[in-house]
């Protein structure tokens, strides 16, 4: 079993926005579950694509269940 991990950058990348942004959104609550190790913060691929996965609406009047934002 391989897991794929990645950077702060990498995620502010494939999303575009910042990695301040993806720093506040940590410290709020929001987004994908991350890995803190020794100091370097790791996002696993998978919990990445079910946060995104989570996020899909089909209308803009659809409310928001759960942690998505």
């Given at each position: 079993?391989?897991?794929?991990?990645?950077?702060?950058?990498?995620?502010?990348?494939?999303?575009?926005?910042?990695?301040?942004?993806?720093?506040?959104?940590?410290?709020?609550?929001?987004?994908?579950?991350?890995?803190?190790?020794?100091?370097?913060?790791?996002?696993?691929?998978?919990?990445?694509?079910?946060?995104?996965?989570?996020?899909?609406?089909?209308?803009?009047?659809?409310?928001v269940s759960g942690g998505?934002?």
């Amino acid at each position: 079993m391989s897991v794929n991990h990645m950077n702060q950058r990498q995620l502010a990348n494939r999303w575009g926005v910042s990695e301040a942004c993806l720093e506040r959104w940590r410290s709020e609550g929001i987004g994908p579950v991350f890995l803190k190790l020794r100091g370097r913060v790791m996002y696993r691929l998978e919990d990445v694509e079910t946060y995104e996965a989570s996020c899909l609406r089909k209308s803009t009047s659809e409310r928001v269940s759960g942690g998505a934002a």
